[in-house]
């Protein structure tokens, strides 16, 4: 009687532990790509290691959970043209060779920024040679890639906070109209390719009207636009909802599509009393402003899970809106935050964790869904 006894607690333990692995396989499998494939794609910012496939932990996650990849550095001009007229497309032609491989569409990212230009654009003082470098740059890039790539951020940050264009070399050498001009260069080069404004901040109303007026001058010089990219740095507990409910609803009404394209949201204090992603911009390192240098809180990573789900939902609220959601960086290791404003801080503001594990931000994302 006590071996029969003993047998059936034996099977019922081994039933047990089926089930309990059976619902961990089922966890780790939910995929972001297929649970939002009816509403808007899922991308990913990946870097050079990723791109190559070097990263084995990243590998199966890109290629598990995402359907649209963004490249992080490798076609920003000082690595795609390092030299005057000498392209580099080697990572490139490798991203977009990754991205077929495995039924991914591929955001370009970026032909015209202010930031991360060529070494020999800081000795040009000429309009002539500037337009040259302009035009040049765009028509080669975008025009390897058409078709290759889903879509291209054209131009990238070119407005301050107030709405006013920003001081750079292509306003100071080619005046107010260059991001006009960027556009109708990359709707010539690439013709089967969307053409997007990417920005930060630009959910915020004054940035966002000076977003509007720029994107009203595209469509008014009979340029094609097709998107705006709201990059989405923001702070789990300070998430500015109705600003970005309002910027989806005034780009819309444009006849344009919206995508969140760097999506990140901070749990570590911010130094500053605004929020900003202008990649020039540092801070003092203060013990204050790293809180979590040992580990995230359950009580913190619980904000954050109810920020992005809140997120979400307005996101699915504008479905017929919204083209495509893009995370910056696969993993809380890889994200730029780590290092901005102050290095060397600890942050956690993407979905899966250092040991590639979804957080609680994962699964509150993916139960928006199931309701």
């Known amino acids: 009687m006590i071996r029969k006894y003993s047998f059936i607690l034996f099977v019922a333990a081994i039933s047990l532990i089926s089930c309990i692995s059976s619902k961990k396989v089922s966890a780790q499998t939910t995929s972001l790509k297929e649970t939002f494939k009816n509403d808007f794609l899922i991308g990913v910012a990946i870097n ?21 990849v963004t490249p992080e550095n490798i076609m920003k001009a000082e690595v795609i043209e390092p030299k005057w007229n000498t392209f580099n497309f080697d990572l490139a032609d490798k991203l977009v060779a990754f991205a077929q491989k ?21 000795h040009m003082q000429s309009a002539d040679s500037v337009k040259q470098y302009f035009e040049n740059h765009i028509t080669t890039v975008a025009s390897r890639y058409d078709g290759k790539v889903y879509s291209w951020d054209v131009v ?3 407005l301050n906070e107030d ?3 920003r001081k750079s070399i292509f306003l100071d050498k080619l005046g107010d109209d260059y991001v006009v001009e960027a556009f109708r260069l990359a709707q010539k080069a690439a013709p089967h390719t969307k053409l997007y404004y990417n920005d930060y901040n630009i959910e915020q109303p004054k940035k966002r009207a000076g977003a509007i007026a720029l994107i009203k001058k595209i469509q008014a010089a009979g340029v094609r636009i097709d ?8 702070r789990a507990y300070n998430l500015p909802l109705n600003d970005i409910e309002e910027s989806i609803k005034e780009f819309s009404a444009l006849g344009i599509e919206v995508a969140f394209t760097e999506l990140d949201l901070s749990v570590l204090p ?4 605004k929020v900003t992603a202008d990649v020039s911009t540092t801070a003092k390192s203060d013990s204050t402003m790293n809180p979590y240098k040992n580990g995230l ?9 109810k920020a992005y789900a809140d997120l979400f939902k307005l996101l699915l609220k504008y479905k017929k809106n919204v083209s495509r959601v893009t995370f910056w960086g696969v993993n809380d290791a890889q994200s730029w935050l780590n290092n901005f404003p102050i290095r060397g801080r600890t942050d956690y503001p993407l979905f899966f964790d250092r040991n590639f594990k979804p957080k ?10 199931e309701k």
Do not use: C
């Open 270 to 273: 911010s130094p500053f009393e």
């Open 227 to 234: 998107g705006v990219g709201i990059q989405g740095h923001w």
């Open 163 to 165: 709405g006013t264009l």
């Open 102 to 122: 495995n039924n991914i569409k591929v955001n370009g990212h970026t032909l015209i920024w202010h930031s991360q230009l060529p070494a020999f654009m800081r």
């Open 360 to 369: 609680p931000a994962f699964y509150s994302v993916i139960a928006t869904k």
């Open 297 to 305: 809180p359950d009580s913190v990573a619980q904000m954050q899970a």
């Open 48 to 68: 050079v290691q990723q791109i190559e496939e070097k990263d084995a932990a990243a590998d199966v996650l890109i290629k598990q959970q995402f359907n649209a």
């Open 156 to 158: 990238n940050e070119a």
